[in-house]
């Protein structure tokens, strides 16, 4: 079984990309959607892309972006993969010419099969906690909810941290998974022993 891929997103500072780094993120998640407290500029997020080293990915987190948005961003930003976590369509997220992932906010009746079969040019799906404000909510929701066996690269979020995360890649062996709230200290503001405690959990969980 192959390592468990990990993505901490919504970072806002030059001290917690290099902490995430150190401890081992796979992908570093940047939020530009103006309503999140996480949000982040142009210029301050083409400096904090600057810090990652080869091999770290580069990601922008989008939420029902208008097109020339999402494109002032790529100008600027060197970044690597593409999240949509709105209500974007396979076209739209398809328009920017970079791989993407898109977002399943999972509740009650969500059918992931149907979703996914909505987003085939996707690289992968992320499931994350249906919330008001789209994402970034700290809710874990009912992981039964997806179907084993499913077949895309499946990205787990919503509510993870240092006290579910081991359970969460146990149960649902996901290929990623994706942290914000749960290595925070404040919104925005990542707790470098939280980042490393959550990955040495991802880590323990892999055996
Ligand atoms: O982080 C945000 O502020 C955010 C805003 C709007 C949409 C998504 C957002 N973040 C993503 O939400 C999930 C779950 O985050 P959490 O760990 O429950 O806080 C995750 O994929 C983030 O990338």
Same mark, same amino acid.
């Given at each position: 079984?192959?390592?468990?891929?990990?993505?901490?997103?919504?970072?806002? %500072?030059?001290?917690?990309?290099?902490?995430?780094?150190? *401890?081992?993120?796979?992908?570093?998640?940047?939020?530009?959607?103006?309503?999140?407290?996480? $949000?982040?500029?142009?210029?301050?997020? $083409?400096?904090?892309?600057?810090?990652?080293?080869?091999?770290?990915?580069?990601?922008?987190?989008?939420?029902?972006?208008?097109? +020339?948005?999402?494109?002032?961003?790529?100008?600027?930003?060197?970044?690597?993969?593409? &999240?949509?976590?709105?209500?974007?369509?396979?076209? &739209?997220?398809?328009? *920017?010419? %970079?791989?993407?992932?898109?977002?399943?906010?999972?509740? &009650? /009746?969500?059918?992931?099969?149907? #979703?996914?079969?909505? *987003?085939?040019?996707?690289?992968?799906?992320?499931?994350?906690? #249906?919330?008001?404000?789209? /994402?970034?909510?700290?809710?874990?929701?009912?992981?039964?909810?997806?179907?084993?066996?499913?077949?895309?690269?499946?990205?787990?979020?919503?509510?993870?941290?240092?006290?579910?995360?081991?359970?969460?890649? %146990?149960?649902?062996?996901?290929?990623?998974?994706?942290?914000?709230?749960?290595?925070?200290? +404040?919104? /925005?503001?990542?707790?470098?022993?939280?980042? +490393?405690?959550?990955?040495?959990?991802?880590? *323990?969980?892999? /055996?």
């Amino acid at each position: 079984m192959s390592r468990t891929r990990i993505k901490i997103c919504g970072l806002t %500072r030059p001290q917690d990309v290099r902490a995430a780094v150190e *401890h081992g993120a796979d992908a570093i998640g940047f939020v530009f959607y103006p309503h999140s407290p996480r $949000a982040v500029g142009i210029e301050q997020a $083409a400096e904090l892309v600057a810090l990652l080293p080869p091999f770290v990915t580069s990601v922008g987190l989008f939420v029902n972006a208008a097109e +020339a948005e999402v494109n002032a961003v790529l100008q600027r930003v060197p970044l690597q993969l593409l &999240q949509f976590h709105g209500d974007e369509t396979d076209a &739209q997220c398809a328009r *920017h010419g %970079r791989p993407w992932i898109k977002a399943a906010r999972m509740r &009650q /009746g969500v059918d992931l099969v149907e #979703f996914s079969s909505l *987003h085939p040019r996707a690289s992968g799906v992320l499931v994350d906690a #249906f919330v008001d404000g789209y /994402g970034g909510g700290g809710k874990t929701f009912d992981w039964s909810l997806i179907p084993e066996g499913f077949e895309r690269p499946l990205v787990l979020s919503g509510g993870l941290d240092v006290d579910n995360v081991v359970e969460a890649v %146990r149960r649902v062996r996901p290929w990623a998974v994706d942290v914000s709230s749960g290595v925070e200290s +404040a919104k /925005g503001i990542k707790d470098a022993v939280k980042i +490393a405690a959550f990955i040495a959990g991802v880590r *323990h969980a892999d /055996g």
